[in-house]
């Protein structure tokens, strides 16, 4: 999509068909401690995946080779497993990827206050590459979809404005922005989250704009605060008698922002047959891969219905599970229905239900985790919920101690944290973090 114009003064000018605009800077507070030091599309996703791959792999697939980064909220360990963008071949010399945190400018530093804020303030950039369309993304979906297909639909409908749509449950579509269509694609009505939805024909948040409609409408809504595109751009491109369409889409797509829809996502993984499919030849999921030695399962493990990433050491139990690489499952432990990200160590004897641990944990010996009975979390019922036990990153659990359901622990806990060797259901847990890597002594 790369063309090659010149200006009234002949100057060779650089001009790309589409560009892509990768909104990755949202917190994800839905997550708990998954979130609380990294930014939601960084976070791990499928044993050896991010988040951010999936759309990141998407755009390589389509044709897509210029993509804009938006990040905030915990950027480091995105921008560094961005990096220039050699494993989805975005490394260009013209184009390619490129990160976009907010700057300061002359007068004043502003951070992104809204979706379409983090846009505007990135007009420069855009514009750069002369483009005629621009897409806009999220960071934090599972899916695949070919960007050119709906390209082609935007323009055959020579539409201003494209919005990615799919049915979802009639009781579920006021989570969502739902459009109202005519019987040729063509919206009639854009709702916001509405109260009583008219349809269910709910937006995935994947919008092209023509470059002309996208510019109008962020310059006049400059000043607006915390200017969404939900709320405020695709309102505004309606009011003004623009053509605006729905591209329906038919496919897998998973909206990963709560624990529960990313513990299911991850599960899904490893049903006997797997909704989403992460081994198509011709649509490739594209990651930074460490160089990690293989696999090794002990003779006496058991491995059934997993997902196992590169360097992990299994000697005890593990079933329909999800593990990250570097982990380490010692003797006697058995693990079930759970995500086990990169580097954690879980020791010898533990018993590990339906739980969520991130990265660099150390589990201690004989800990019981996910059991009990099911209670609500004490301080945010909405976020620990779905019966799950999670532990964020850097965290250390003391040997032989029990866990309960919906909670949440973060930080080096020790045996005091633990009155009677018990953390009852529905209970947190948040201590200062561990130093020193995952593998220590505990």
Request: charged letters at 20%; one cysteine or more; a negative charge.
């Amino acid at each position: 999509m790369l063309e090659q114009i010149f200006d009234c003064r002949g100057d060779n000018v650089i001009k790309k068909e589409m560009i892509a605009m990768l909104l990755a800077g949202g917190q994800g507070s839905r997550l708990g401690v998954l979130t609380s030091k990294v930014a939601k599309p960084a976070v791990a996703f499928g044993g050896k995946y991010r988040i951010i791959d999936f759309p990141l792999s998407n755009c390589i697939n389509s044709g897509i080779d210029t993509v804009g980064v938006l990040t905030q909220y915990q950027p480091l360990r995105l921008n560094s497993h961005i990096g220039i963008g050699i494993p989805w071949d975005l490394d260009r010399n013209v184009g390619g990827v490129t990160v976009l945190p907010p700057y300061e400018k002359v007068g004043k530093t502003e951070w992104y206050t809204g979706t379409a804020n983090a846009i505007y303030q990135n007009l420069t950039y855009m514009e750069s590459f002369h483009p005629d369309y621009v897409l806009i993304l999220s960071g934090d979906h599972i899916y695949k979809m070919d960007y050119e297909v709906m390209l082609d639909y935007h323009k055959a409908h020579n539409a201003d404005v494209s919005i990615a749509v799919m049915p979802v449950p009639p009781e579920e579509a006021s989570r969502f922005g739902v459009v109202v269509t005519d019987g040729n694609g063509r919206i009639l009505e854009f709702q916001e989250k509405p109260d009583q939805p008219k349809s269910n024909l709910a937006s995935m948040g994947i919008y092209i704009f023509t470059w002309k409609a996208l510019k109008e409408a962020l310059l006049a809504l400059s000043e607006q605060s915390g200017c969404d595109f939900g709320k405020n751009v695709i309102p505004y491109c309606h009011e003004k008698g623009e053509t605006l369409v729905a591209y329906e889409f038919n496919g897998y797509w998973k909206d990963v922002g709560t624990l529960g829809s990313y513990w299911e996502a991850n599960m899904e993984l490893i049903d006997i047959i797997p909704e989403f499919n992460l081994y198509e030849e011709f649509w490739k999921i594209y990651t930074k891969n460490d160089i990690l030695p293989p696999q090794f399962a002990s003779a006496d493990s058991v491995i059934e219905r997993c997902l196992v990433g590169d360097g992990s050491e299994i000697y005890g139990k593990v079933y329909n599970t999800i593990v990250g690489c570097g982990v380490v499952i010692e003797e006697g432990t058995v693990v079930r229905d759970s995500i086990i990200m990169q580097n954690t160590v879980i020791r010898a004897g533990s018993e590990i239900n339906k739980a969520i641990i991130a990265e660099n944990v150390i589990v201690g010996e004989h800990v019981r985790m996910g059991v009990g009975e099911e209670v609500p979390n004490r301080e945010k019922p909405s976020v620990y919920s779905f019966g799950l036990a999670v532990v964020g990153e850097n965290s250390v659990i003391p040997a032989g101690v029990t866990i309960g359901k919906n909670t949440a622990i973060s930080g080096a806990t020790v045996p005091e944290d633990y009155p009677g060797g018990w953390l009852g259901s529905g209970e947190t847990l948040n201590r200062p973090e561990r130093s020193g890597e995952a593998g220590g002594a505990l």
